[in-house]
């Protein structure tokens, strides 16, 4: 069977930067830094981070109340960067009715937020009396996918892949097999979460979240650095629009760039602990299902969230593919970690780097930890040819996923 | 409670509850047609109207009757004056 191939034609983003994905790509660029302290977790005492990367500024009310009232923030996040990425792809209602176009999205899992407002009305009499409708709609699994299909009008296939940090690769993956299968003509795909102290908590109790720089909150995370203690959870939505490029033709639209390859692959050997043999056999899994070879890779978009563990299993799996030889950064150190976000964000800036024939460095590293350093960190932005890139995203449960990207030019 | 404040608080709470401008809650107004609510915006009212007016509304089959603004503040009137009664 004849696979077909996937362009990339709309893009769509919020971050803590704001919303748009041209913004976020000219945040990255200037090597800000979206984390800042976060006085929700000052209550926590038992806690060490202060930090986070937060969505500010966002009016929500840009989403009709008829939507918007199924919707946390974690929707309409998705909700804004989908219609950014849609209008970019030039879709209409009547392409997004059509039947052939589908959505792949996801987020770690329901509203934390609701379910912890859903707790404290329901334990104290343990009444239901005031639990509101529209609860349900903002906790289940599928929220965000259902949510942004709902108020899109899109009729074709809708899936909500959960994989926690992969979800969004995961996501992108899942959209570009339907394509190239000819499942879907279009599939606007992606992930969302938005940010809760718990999540802060549960890397804090695994030892993996950053708290060495609360009254410096710029200069954390630290991917592959030496100082680097652990990650910064943020949040915010990432949304591209996938199709085959017959459609994209028909359509008369600009192809940014393709998705070549994609793999996932589960590590068993730890639940929270990546190994680099699965990780390196992700990642050839994903260049052989592109039909890429290593040494015609330009750079690696690494996962690398700033733990001590997880950078130096990536930076080992990469050598074990490329050697020294493919420039590696991870957007990690701008953006903290998204969670279900962070691959759609950071594919997002990958497709900016193929364009703009540039790579992005990696904010934070200072000094890149020896562990690490059996690759080529790149520390700076650099002007080069940038034709083919690996996007790693790794999560917790050994949930492993690379996507490959492929510079397009007319 | 005079009738009147009834109907101002009433308007109040649901016009905060589903982002409605206060003007339209005149009480010729029906709730599907014209404000655009649906049943699921139907549960939500009762629970800010039990709030509101500190009443048990629950699954009352005479609130399934109501299709306006209007049938909806003599309700909430006629509840409260059975409960000043019941006392």
Known sequence: ?410 | MTDSQVIEAANKALAEEFELEIERMTPDARFREDLDLDSLDAVDMVIVLEKTFQIKIGRDPAILEIRTVGDMHAYIITKKRELEQAR
């Open chain 1, 1 to 410: 069977m004849r696979l077909r191939r996937v362009a990339i034609t709309g893009m769509g983003a919020v971050s803590p930067f704001g919303k748009g994905s041209g913004l976020l790509f000219d945040a990255l660029l200037a090597g800000r830094s979206g984390i800042a302290r976060n006085p929700e977790l000052d209550q926590f005492a038992e806690l060490g981070p202060r930090v986070a990367g937060l969505v500010r500024n966002l009016d929500v009310m840009e989403v009709p109340r008829k939507h918007r009232r199924s919707m946390s923030p974690m929707s309409i996040y998705a909700y804004l960067a989908a219609l950014e990425a849609a209008a970019e792809a030039g879709l209409d209602e009547a392409a997004l009715a059509s039947g052939r176009t589908g959505l792949v999205m996801g987020s770690t899992m329901g509203s934390v937020r609701t379910i912890e407002e859903f707790f404290r009305a329901y334990l104290p009499d343990a009444s239901l009396a005031q639990i509101k409708s529209m609860m349900f709609f903002r906790v289940m699994g599928h929220s965000v996918a259902s949510n942004v299909a709902q108020a899109l009008g899109i009729t074709g296939r809708v899936l909500a892949p959960t994989a926690a940090c992969s979800t969004s690769c995961v996501a992108i993956g899942l959209a570009y097999e339907a394509i190239a299968f000819g499942k879907q003509d279009v599939v606007l795909c992606g992930g969302a979460d938005e940010y809760h102290p718990l999540t802060t908590g549960t890397f804090d109790l695994m030892l993996a979240a950053s708290s060495n720089f609360n009254d410096e909150p710029a200069r954390t995370p630290r991917p592959f650095d030496r100082q680097r203690d652990g990650i910064v959870c943020s949040e915010g939505a990432g949304v591209l629009v996938l199709e085959s490029f017959e459609s994209a033709r028909a359509r008369g639209v600009p192809v940014l760039a393709e998705v070549a390859g994609f793999a996932s692959a589960c590590d068993v050997s730890n639940i929270a602990n990546p190994e680099p043999a699965p990780l390196y056999r992700c990642m050839k899994e994903a260049l052989d299902c592109a039909g890429v070879r290593p040494e015609e890779v330009s750079h690696v978009n690494a996962h690398a969230t700033a733990t001590t563990r997880g950078d130096i299993a990536e930076s080992r799996a990469i050598a074990m593919l490329a050697g020294d030889g493919v420039p590696v950064s991870s957007l990690k150190g701008h953006l903290g970690h998204a969670m279900a976000a962070s691959g759609a964000l950071e594919s997002i800036a990958c497709v900016h780097m193929l364009q703009k024939q540039m790579l992005l460095g990696t904010l934070n590293l200072d000094e890149p930890d020896p562990q690490c350093a059996m690759v080529d960190l790149l520390r700076n932005n650099s002007e080069r040819a940038v034709s083919v890139i690996v996007k790693n995203n790794f999560a917790l449960g050994g949930i492993n996923c690379s996507l490959v990207l492929r510079g397009y030019d007319d």
